[in-house]
């Protein structure tokens, strides 16, 4: 019965890389969201995604950020050519159908990004 | 824009008395609010929740009382105990629309003395 699912959990870039970030939600769990939480801040929403779809992407930066939820496999949050700005915690969530879920998301233990 | 605001990003409390956390809202369509708790380098982790037809839900120690008229809500934890030091997010979201977002305040850290 394992939770959420992100690894790695901390990961190393130079600036110009590219980081990929990847959470498998809990089983049974078909919605997933992307939050980043930058130093001294709290959880900023980025994107939720159902299986294969993007639901609600407005807090994506427009450039160099993107994210998938595959049919099958993790969904993954991809950072193109990575800045130092990019440094910070990012964490998935998921929750089950959402009348049974009453919004309570359940995080995994989060990604942390250093851009060098 | 912050929708979720708490205004204290810190707190201190002695053992064994209340502590209290407050969190503001913005966006009178909230309909749905909860509290979460967060280690350093976990992610965080559920506490309790209310919907706006209530305003006090009780779950052991912990109480979220609401105030609608003054868009606020608090999280009470009595007694206080040392394993409750976290980083406690407000968080608030409308479960009428088509899907479930939700804004998360900026977090008070907690520290209970022993």
């Known amino acids: 019965n394992a939770g959420v699912m992100q690894n790695p959990r901390h990961l190393v870039r130079r600036r110009g890389q590219e980081a990929r970030l990847r959470c498998s939600p809990m089983?049974?769990?078909?919605?997933v969201y992307w939050y980043r939480q930058l130093p001294e801040e709290g959880l900023k929403f980025m994107v939720y995604?159902?299986?294969?779809?993007?639901?609600?992407e407005s807090g994506m930066p427009k450039e160099r950020f993107s994210a998938e939820f595959p049919k099958e496999g993790p969904s993954i949050l991809r950072i193109q050519q990575v800045v130092r700005g990019d440094s910070a915690a990012y964490f998935c969530?998921?929750?089950?159908?959402?009348?049974?879920?009453?919004?309570?998301?359940?995080f995994g233990a989060g990604t942390r990004l250093s851009v060098l | 824009d912050q929708q979720v605001k708490q205004n204290s990003p810190s707190l201190s409390v002695q053992e064994g008395r209340i502590s209290i956390l407050n969190c503001d809202y913005t966006?009178?369509?909230?309909?749905?609010f909860l509290w979460y708790k967060k280690y350093p380098a976990e992610g965080p982790t559920f506490l309790i929740s209310?919907?706006?037809?209530?305003d006090k839900n009780e779950d052991g120690r912990f109480t979220v009382f609401l105030n609608k008229s003054a868009k606020h809500l608090s999280l009470h934890i009595v007694p206080s105990q040392p394993g409750d030091s976290a980083v406690y997010f407000c968080?608030?979201?409308?479960?009428?629309?088509?899907?479930?977002?939700?804004?998360f305040g900026p977090g008070t850290s907690l520290s209970v003395i022993p």
């Open positions: 995604l159902q299986k294969e779809n993007i639901i609600d």
């Open positions: 089983k049974g769990h078909s919605h």
């Open positions: 966006n009178s369509m909230f309909d749905y």
């Open positions: 209310i919907s706006s037809i209530k």
């Open positions: 968080a608030a979201s409308l479960l009428k629309t088509s899907y479930d977002k939700v804004i």
């Open positions: 969530a998921s929750s089950p159908w959402r009348e049974l879920a009453k919004n309570i998301q359940y």
